[in-house]
T-cell receptor, first 114, second 113 residues
Framework: KQEVTQIPAALSVPEGENLVLNCSFT??????LQWFRQDPGKGLTSLLL?????REQTSGRLNASLDKSSGRSTLYIAASQPGDSATYLC?????????????FGTGTLLAVQP | EAGVTQSPTHLIKTRGQQATLRCSPI?????VYWYQQALGLGLQFLLW???????NRGNFPPRFSGRQFPNYSSELNVNALELEDSALYLC????????????FGSGTQLSVL
């Protein structure tokens, strides 16, 4: 059974700092891994999707890496800003059964202090 | 281009009643997914519809049901509401059913009293 874990559960950093969020999964048989952000009381915004054949994806100040063999992904945020404050969730789309049944981690609550 | 829209934003029901939640996917998207986000439980997969058919469901009792209409919009019905059904219900859509980014709506906050 696929399990997704995110560490740390919460993180507070000063504005301008570079930071790394971690995601680990137990079953390497995945189609893709996605990173989302969620603002309080809101839905999810898709940030990056990494296919299982890819090692990383970049969008602006965000860079996500994937190491399928070790069951790990990291989300790197460069030059953090107060507007980056949100909960960041990773999710994997595993083999077996139906796809697009994303398994989510419990998230990292990020606070960027001005 | 409009994103995924959900209605209502908030819904208050009493135990034993039925709730109906609605979702309109992004234009051109044929797959619709429902997720439940309850306090302390994280996001749990509920249902997946594609081309009008239920393709998969998560580990939820049969009183959670839904359908997808010919215009690809979707409805989630929860019968015989229980207190623990209180949660944020999120709908998502994708252009194709496999290996695609999911785009989420803002959710319906269901409170069962």
């Amino acid at each position: 059974k696929q399990e997704v874990t995110q560490i740390p559960a919460a993180l507070s950093v000063p504005e301008g700092e570079n930071l790394v969020l971690n995601c680990s999964f137990t079953d390497s048989a995945i189609y893709n891994l996605q990173w989302f952000r969620q603002d309080p009381g809101k839905g999810l915004t898709s940030l990056l999707l990494i296919q299982s054949s890819q090692r990383e994806q970049t969008s602006g100040r965000l860079n996500a890496s994937l190491d399928k063999s070790s069951g790990r992904s990291t989300l790197y945020i460069a030059a953090s800003q107060p507007g980056d404050s949100a909960t960041y969730l990773c999710a994997v789309d595993s083999y077996g059964g139906a796809t697009n049944k994303l398994i989510f981690g419990t998230g990292t609550l990020l606070a960027v202090q001005p | 281009e409009a994103g995924v829209t959900q209605s209502p934003t908030h819904l208050i029901k009493t135990r034993g009643q039925q709730a109906t939640l609605r979702c309109s996917p992004i234009s051109g998207h044929t797959s619709v997914y429902w997720y439940q986000q309850a306090l302390g439980l994280g996001l749990q997969f509920l249902l997946w519809y594609d081309e009008g058919e239920e393709r998969n469901r998560g580990n939820f009792p049969p009183r959670f049901s839904g359908r997808q209409f010919p215009n690809y919009s979707s409805e989630l019905n929860v019968n015989a509401l229980e207190l623990e059904d209180s949660a944020l219900y999120l709908c998502a859509s994708s252009f194709r059913p496999y290996n695609e980014k999911l785009f989420f709506g803002s959710g319906t906050q269901l409170s069962v009293l």
